[in-house]
């Protein structure tokens, strides 16, 4: 039985369809990461490219790496999700974004890369008030 994961951006208009499991979940911490993704950290299932299918309008936004490599970033041009992630350094592979999966409940984070980039704050200590959903909270109150 193939495993199939499925995903689509923010507004839906970008869709992917990523057959089998990946070779690798990554999480990142490097500088390039953190400002795509507006936080500290990116999280990204790497698939052999041939095992996956993206349909809809993908905008490219390309940058060379610290290691001389080409980076690619592909996001939905109506909503702004960042779907995949290409490196020329392993051009058989494609990255896509955790977070747009449909169901991403049986994977987990196999390696984290760039750490001595982690921001501090990039974390939650045991004393983090959580909340299940949105809370009927404001900092006012």
């Known amino acids: 039985m193939c495993i199939n994961f499925t995903g689509k951006c923010l507004c839906g208009a970008v869709t992917y369809k990523a057959a089998g499991q990946p070779v690798v979940v990554a999480q990142c911490h490097c500088e390039e990461c953190r400002r795509l993704s507006g936080t500290g950290h990116t999280v990204g299932a790497m698939y052999s490219a041939e095992n996956v299918d993206v349909h809809g309008q993908v905008g490219v936004f390309t940058y060379e790496s610290c290691k001389g ?8 041009v109506k909503c702004g999700s960042p779907i995949w992630g290409k490196n020329t350094g392993s051009p058989q592979h494609i990255t896509l ?7 991403a409940r049986d994977l987990a984070v196999e390696v984290v890369i760039f750490e001595r980039d982690k921001p501090h704050w990039d974390q939650l200590d045991a004393d983090v008030i959580r909340f299940a959903t949105q809370p009927d909270w404001t900092p006012e109150t």
């Open 97 to 103: 974004s955790l977070g747009t999966m449909d169901d």
């Open 69 to 76: 490599t080409t980076v690619s970033k592909g996001f939905c």
